[in-house]
């Protein structure tokens, strides 16, 4: 079964709303996770790291304070797109893992539509 | 930084073989995954090198090479569902452990008959 968990996987929201996804590890305690997008026929790029208890940390080029990331407990980060706009339509997955070795675990993803 | 190159696609036939190559260039290294992703679903994990050489998993196999910067994904004995973009993925050091992965733009396989 799944051991990262997103929600939801489907979304669909107005121009200028804000939308909120969830990705939960559980069956395992997670200090960081990963937020990824990819567009149609591109590959993942990485958004930003949760980190548990801190700040997250973003990849250059990607706004803050737009995807706000919340990360409050050792199982679930959030990822909140504010004021969304239709290019912001995208596919999102998250990802974690237990530690060192090939313990990677990546959530279903959630499919983003901006109307 | 990271910089990964796959081929962007490739065409082969049911019951082949298929190598789809992967080379990087990283600040640091700490393992290369291989994933497999069909259009709409999350990756699948396929394989995991960290050491130099092969590494076999029924139809399919992953070699690294680390002083090249080099890897390799084959899979035997091709099938229709292998139809799928597979993704070369790259983890670097991340400050108190992590799993950080750069992913390579993705290789779009298409299986025929």
């Known amino acids: 079964g799944a051991v990262v968990s997103q929600h939801p996987s489907r979304v669909i929201c107005k121009s200028g709303t804000s939308v909120k996804i969830e990705c939960r590890s559980l069956?395992?305690?997670?200090?960081?996770m990963f937020w990824y997008r990819q567009f149609p026929k591109q590959s993942l790029m990485l958004m930003a790291t949760?980190?548990?208890?801190?700040?997250?940390?973003?990849e250059q080029g990607v706004e803050k304070d737009k995807f706000l990331i919340n990360h409050a407990s050792l199982t679930l980060s959030t990822l909140t797109v504010t004021s969304a706009h239709p290019e912001d339509s995208s596919f999102y997955i998250c990802?974690?893992?237990?530690?060192?070795?090939?313990?990677?675990?990546f959530g279903e993803g959630s499919w983003l539509t901006v109307v | 930084g990271q910089n990964i190159d796959q081929p962007t696609e490739m065409t082969a036939t049911e019951g082949a073989i298929v190598q789809i190559n992967c080379t990087y260039q990283?600040?640091?290294?700490?393992?290369l995954f291989w994933y497999q992703q069909h259009a709409g679903e999350a990756p699948t994990f396929l394989s995991y090198?960290?050491?130099?050489g092969l590494e076999e998993k029924g139809r399919f196999s992953s070699f690294l090479s680390r002083s090249k910067g080099y890897s390799y994904l084959l899979l035997k004995e091709l099938q229709m569902k292998d139809s799928a973009s597979y993704l070369c993925?790259?983890?670097?050091?991340?400050?108190?452990?992590?799993?950080?992965?750069?992913f390579g733009t993705g290789t779009q396989l298409k299986v025929e008959l």
């Open positions: 949760s980190n548990e208890g801190s700040k997250a940390t973003y």
């Open positions: 990802s974690a893992g237990t530690g060192t070795g090939n313990t990677i675990y």
């Open positions: 990283t600040s640091g290294f700490n393992g």
């Open positions: 993925a790259v983890r670097g050091w991340l400050t108190g452990g992590g799993n950080k992965l750069t």
């Open positions: 069956d395992f305690q997670a200090t960081t």
């Open positions: 090198n960290v050491l130099d």
